[in-house]
């Protein structure tokens, strides 16, 4: 009995490597072809207004909201860490979203400052209403989760009552993210490759078009890895310390 345990646990952390690595294939990908679209297609990047400073919208929104993000929420999933201390973990786990929240707010800086230069309007598609509610909501979760996993003084029957909607709406953020980054990038290439003068429009699939559909293939694809990764049962942080209300009730300066 005790062998069969052993196979299935080692089969099972082998899987989850697996998927793992596959997560962090596709997250890099991503960074390179939306990087490779704006710098090879898109005239390269600057801070001036131009085109050239939206460039980082997209870049500054895959690599933050998208793949940091989606890395910072699998933290809790890394067997090596399960015999870490938890507060370390919710360190890591905080900075990365922070991080990308900081990524996200400069994209969002990039867009609006080269729409207002140009005089085009904020906010009126619908790649935009769910990218600026993703963004929002991003920041009440980061928000939130700090006044109630990282504060000794938050009271343990809140942080118990509010762990479930943290992890609940941590998947609706990636998931928004999916769908604000495939609106923003079919947007892109309609205003680009069918515009008056274009030569090469979006219908005959030229090169540019591949490499942005491509791209988002490859953030299906790390969206994807990711929710398994989040949503199989057996490859969650075990805590056999954990009471009936779950590890999120512990004194926070005693979780190990």
């Not at 596709?26 to 939306?34: E, N, P």
């Not at 690599?63 to 938890?86: C, E, Q």
């Not at 360190?91 to 969002?108: E, K, P, Q, Y």
């Not at 762990?163 to 609940?168: L, N, Q, R």
């Amino acid at each position: 009995m005790e062998c069969g345990s052993v196979r299935t646990k080692m089969k099972s952390s082998t899987m989850f490597y697996l998927v793992y690595t596959l997560s962090l294939l596709f997250g890099l990908l991503c960074i390179i072809f939306v990087t490779t679209w704006s710098k090879s297609y898109r005239g390269g990047f600057a801070w001036d207004g131009t085109v050239k400073m939206f460039n980082w919208h997209p870049v500054c929104m895959v690599t933050g909201l998208v793949v940091l993000y989606g890395n910072a929420i699998l933290v809790y999933r890394l067997p090596f860490t399960w015999s870490s201390n938890k507060m370390i973990l919710k360190l890591v786990h905080a900075t990365l979203n922070l991080g990308a929240l900081s990524l996200a707010v400069i994209g969002l800086l990039a867009a609006f400052g080269f729409h207002n230069k140009m005089h085009i309007p904020n906010l009126y598609s619908m790649h935009s209403w769910v990218g600026f509610a993703s963004v929002i909501l991003f920041g009440l979760q980061w928000l939130l989760g700090l006044l109630a996993f990282l504060l000794p003084c938050t009271p343990l029957w809140l942080r118990a009552a509010y762990k479930d909607i943290h992890v609940f709406f941590g998947l609706c953020i990636l998931v928004m993210t999916i769908a604000a980054s495939l609106t923003g990038i079919n947007e892109k290439l309609i205003f680009v490759l069918d515009a008056p003068n274009s030569t090469a429009p979006y219908k005959k699939l030229p090169p540019e078009a591949y490499l942005a559909n491509v791209l988002g293939v490859l953030l299906l694809c790390f969206s994807l890895t990711v929710a398994w990764i989040l949503l199989k049962r057996e490859w969650q942080r075990p805590n056999p310390r954990a009471s009936a209300l779950g590890d999120a009730t512990e004194p926070l300066l005693t979780e190990n």
